[in-house]
């Protein structure tokens, strides 16, 4: 029998989350209402202590088992948020738990799981063949399964967040904003909002590749997307949910999408205002909310977004997670040679495996070979080292970049870059005190009848510039170019002869 809205009313009353859930802060934000000229309030899920809001619907239909199930355990599929969740939970009800997580899915993210005692079974390709796989264990194993979203549990534990909105802005709101996946958490807050202060409206944010919901609801049946977008990963959905495609169609007052460019706008905007950096899909309301307030031209008005989850993969906040990555050993990196013939390519994507690619650079050189920039995901430099026999014993010469600044700061960035024209040039690596005008003071002392014939930076958010400068000297100019670097008096390093250089700029 279909659930009213009252059948939700009553058990979001009755959710038990407070076991695990704290009430989060419903915060205004000053910077954000300045800006857009409206009373912006985030509700900060990305506070709950698993760092999204995914524990109280885990929780909630957890916590309503009985003994007898709970002693059998639970058993989930999720590549993130919902199993932490999941996990979190369980630790608090003392029951098994089993997660089903795809194989893709970031160490860092299956850790977080393990060290949370849940555990973590790798399976797939994707998150459907871990749903699939989750469905078998629990058939087999008398597992219950705890659906992410698509269960009144769940989309009750959720809609407190409703609740809270509630009690905490006992004035006058214009507008909600909240991410949608599979559409647990608006099925909830939308139940919550409408049964209590219908005149709220409520309206839900897709990004523009993931859009399962908005297109289901405008064809009044559920549809399956074939692909979907995987910037924002909490909300990466094919298939929405029976229960919260009716309650999203029925409840719902509008829709948003938004791209990824405003998605990162919208983590520096919270950012801005509360210091913290959510997950692309925790700041998806952001980035809703300031469509949505433009588009209606909105001002003066109150407008909530829910900040709901802050599991931000480090590796994305580029400078920090790219020198952390290399730092850690996280990443090789390797120039491989390798006939230009038919196959070859191929061979060498078998010698590559199921690795994770970072990175996969080509330029034809010649008729008879290719050298091609390879990154890959590691653990530790010794995995590096057996890539590196792997390669030998495939035939392909290879080159561990993992020492090479040269190449890890710059080559791997300008590879195409060979050039004609570069007689006699001589190639430095320098760095310049991040501050104005050093970069005037290096080319004001510069000879005239040198030429700059390649010039690479990238602002790296450091104390100091890195710089990677070809400039054609020549050859009886030397020794006047050697004085003039040493009274530069920046530090620096000759990467002339360098066999990177030679393979890709020279
Ligand atoms: C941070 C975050 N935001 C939004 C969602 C979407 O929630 P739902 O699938 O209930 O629509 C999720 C789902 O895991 C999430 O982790």
């Not at 608090?92 to 194989?103: D, E, Q, S």
């Not at 509360?274 to 899909?281: G, H, Q, V």
């Not at 495939?394 to 570069?422: C, P, T, W």
């Amino acid at each position: 029998m279909q659930k009213t809205l009252r059948d939700y009313l009553q058990r979001i009353l009755n959710a038990r989350v407070y076991d695990v859930a704290v009430e989060s802060p419903l915060e205004r934000a000053a910077k954000l209402s300045a800006r857009l000229s409206n009373h912006v309030w985030l509700k900060r899920e990305d506070t709950q202590p698993v760092f999204s809001f995914k524990l109280r619907g885990a929780y909630n239909k957890m916590a309503r088992l009985s003994s007898e199930e709970l002693e059998r355990g639970v058993v989930c599929a999720s590549a993130g948020n919902h199993a932490q969740g999941v996990a979190f939970s369980a630790r608090r009800l003392g029951c098994r738990t089993v997660i089903v997580m795809p194989v893709t899915t970031p160490k860092l993210k299956s850790d977080a799981v393990r060290a949370l005692g849940g555990n973590v079974v790798l399976y797939g390709e994707s998150y459907s063949d871990a749903h699939d796989h989750a469905l078998e264990l629990a058939e087999s194993q008398q597992l219950v399964f705890v659906h992410p979203f698509d269960d009144p549990d769940v989309i009750a534990g959720q809609g407190t967040i409703g609740m809270e909105i509630l009690r905490q802005h006992q004035h006058p709101i214009h507008s909600v904003f909240v991410a949608i996946g599979g559409g647990g958490l608006i099925s909830g807050v939308a139940a919550y909002i409408k049964a209590v202060r219908p005149e709220i409206n409520v309206v839900g944010v897709q990004m523009e590749d993931s859009d399962a919901m908005i297109r289901s609801v405008r064809e009044g049946k559920r549809i399956k997307l074939d692909d979907v977008g995987l910037f924002s990963d909490g909300t990466a959905v094919k298939h929405v949910g029976e229960e919260t495609f009716r309650l999203t169609r029925e409840l719902v007052d509008d829709f948003v999408t938004v791209d990824s460019d405003s998605v990162c706008a919208a983590i520096k905007d919270a950012f801005e205002d509360t210091r913290s950096i959510l997950e692309p899909a925790g700041a998806m309301g952001i980035a809703g909310m300031k469509k949505y307030v433009a588009q209606h031209q909105l001002t003066d008005e109150t407008v909530v977004a829910i900040t709901c989850g802050a599991n931000m993969n480090f590796d994305r906040l580029r400078f920090v997670a790219e020198r952390a990555e290399v730092g850690e050993e996280r990443e090789a990196l390797f120039v491989v040679t390798i006939p230009e013939e038919r196959g070859s390519f191929k061979r060498l994507c078998e010698v590559i495996g199921h690795r994770s690619v970072t990175e996969f650079s080509y330029r034809m050189d010649n008729a008879e070979q290719a050298h091609v920039l390879v990154g890959l995901a590691t653990t530790d430099r010794k995995e590096a080292e057996a890539i590196r026999s792997d390669l030998t014993d495939q035939g392909f010469a290879s080159i561990n970049l993992v020492d090479d600044e040269l190449a890890k700061q710059h080559v791997r960035y300008m590879v195409g870059g060979r050039s004609h024209h570069s007689e006699d040039e001589q190639l430095y690596r320098f760095e310049f005190p991040e501050r104005p005008g050093a970069l005037m003071r290096f080319l004001s002392h510069m000879h005239p009848n040198w030429n700059i014939s390649l010039f690479h930076y990238r602002n790296q958010g450091a104390d100091y510039g890195r710089i990677l400068v070809g400039i054609q000297v020549p050859k009886n100019d030397r020794d006047a170019f050697k004085d003039f670097i040493s009274n530069l008096g920046y530090r620096c390093a000759e990467e002339t002869q360098n066999p990177v250089y030679r393979l890709f700029l020279r």
